[in-house]
């Protein structure tokens, strides 16, 4: 199995452009997650779901968008790109949902610099 | 709020020291807690939860209601325990703000 991979490893982006940050994961698990890890900081919560077509916002979802129109997928949208988003983001999955002590699985990490 | 804090950015300890990396919770009641651990060039990992009473790597860590704290602890560090530390709450979606432990040989 590869648990959740994110795609892609690194982006540079110009202020204003848009992307879309991917993430999949192949365990089955119901709860999907994105967080952002800024330097020297710890990771702060996007957005976050608990089911095909089910999202809800974390603690700092303005600038972002996400959709879950399935199980694996949950992706993560850039829609104008600003400095502030210069970021290492990470997905994670569980298969119980975190807020009852759940183990998270996470990616690799998506490096990201808006310039 | 509920959070956990963790005080320290940066330790750094000899190889064959005692290490101790400190967790404070800020919320009351029976708190399942979470140590997460980053090495280099690798993805965020679960280390060791309190519910579980492990000992991962010699690492254990006590809930301490008192003192509100969960600290790790490993009584002789080994140099590939240099990594990113994180404590996290189970009750919420959080993590703290990590302590980078490095290991002096």
């Known amino acids: 199995n590869a648990g959740v991979t994110q795609t892609p490893k690194f982006r540079i982006l110009k202020i204003g452009q848009s992307m879309t940050l991917q993430c999949a994961q192949d365990m089955n698990h119901n709860y999907m997650y994105w967080y952002r890890q800024d330097p020297g900081m710890g990771l702060k919560l996007i957005y976050y779901s608990v089911g095909a077509g089910i999202t809800d916002k974390g603690e700092v979802p303005n600038g972002y968008n996400v959709s879950r129109s399935t199980t694996e997928d949950f992706p993560l949208r850039l829609e104008l790109a600003a400095p502030s988003q210069t970021s290492v983001y990470f997905c994670?999955?569980?298969?119980?949902?975190?807020?009852?002590?759940?183990?998270?699985?996470f990616g690799s990490g998506t490096q990201l610099s808006v310039l | 709020a509920q959070r956990v804090t963790q005080p320290e950015k940066l330790l750094s300890v000899f190889k064959g020291a005692p290490v101790e990396l400190k967790c404070n919770y800020s919320y009351s009641g029976s708190p399942e807690l979470f140590w997460y651990v980053q090495y280099s060039r690798q993805r965020l990992q679960l280390l060791l939860r309190?519910?579980s009473r492990e000992s991962i790597k010699g690492f254990t860590a006590d809930l301490n209601k008192g003192e509100t704290s969960f600290h790790l602890k490993k009584p002789f560090a080994q140099e590939e325990d240099s990594a990113m530390y994180y404590c996290a709450p189970g009750e919420k979606l959080t993590f703290g703000t990590g302590t980078r432990l490095t290991i002096i040989p």
């Open positions: 309190h519910i």
């Open positions: 994670a999955s569980s298969l119980l949902h975190r807020a009852i002590n759940e183990k998270l699985f």
